[in-house]
């Protein structure tokens, strides 16, 4: 079963603009990430953000978690073409250490 | 790159035959997860070893089976391939099953198509 739940699911944007996707999880969790994948290919780590932390940030990218409505979003500023990609968060309840992935958002960006 | 090495990319099997993926960890990770991503969907989490013993298993039938060696890399084995089995084969590795970053390093994954 799915525990994260990412909205939405497609988003289609024009190059520079700003993308934001949620993510919408069950249970408490110890931490939440975030991860990219190129189509058929392996997911690659984009951020992490522990369950006692609010925000956080890397390079083009913001990811905030609120623990009390369970939810987190990723905001990519200035995309690129080449942020095309699926975006999944995975989150590990407390008690588990195995990150459980949503569906993911499909974002594709129009030169 | 991440140092997580899949092998085979691509294989076309049958109904009701038997299928062995394999992975390579990363370096000084001692702890290997499988997922299987359906075309379409999120990975589903098989199972997850740590240091040669099962940490932990999703919701998948016993016909599923993994194992993990002294240098931490790992098989799936899938028995009596089914049509639904068809799918992309995650393997992820990450240093310790409750302790470091809990961040995970994936491979590029066995597309596994049963016919």
Request: charged content about 15%; hydrophobic content about 30%; glycine content about 10%.
């Amino acid at each position: 079963s799915q525990q994260g739940e990412e909205d939405p699911q497609a988003l289609s944007i024009q190059e520079g603009e700003n993308a934001t996707m949620n993510c919408s999880y069950k249970t408490s969790i110890n931490n939440l990430q975030w991860y990219r994948q190129n189509s058929g290919r392996g997911l690659v780590h984009l951020i992490l953000i522990r369950s006692n932390e609010r925000e956080k940030h890397s390079g083009r990218l913001r990811v905030t978690l609120d623990t009390s409505k369970k939810s987190s979003s990723l905001l990519i500023t200035a995309s690129r073409a080449a942020d095309t990609a699926s975006y999944f968060c995975a989150t590990d309840a407390v008690g588990s250490y195995i990150p459980t992935f949503g569906r993911g958002t499909s974002l594709i960006v129009h030169p | 790159e991440t140092g997580v090495t899949q092998s085979p990319t691509h294989l076309i099997k049958t109904r009701g035959q038997q299928v062995t993926l394999r992975c390579s960890s990363q370096s000084g990770h001692n702890t290997v997860s499988w997922y299987q991503q359906a075309l379409g969907q999120g990975p589903q989490f098989i199972f997850q070893y740590y240091r040669e013993e099962e940490n932990g298993r999703g919701n998948f039938p016993p016909r599923f089976s993994g194992l993990q060696f002294p240098n931490y890399s790992s098989e799936l084995n899938v028995n009596a391939l089914e049509l639904d089995d068809s799918a992309l084969y995650l393997c992820a590795s990450s240093l310790g099953a409750s302790g470091g970053t809990g961040e995970l390093f994936f491979g590029e994954g066995s597309r596994l198509t049963v016919l």
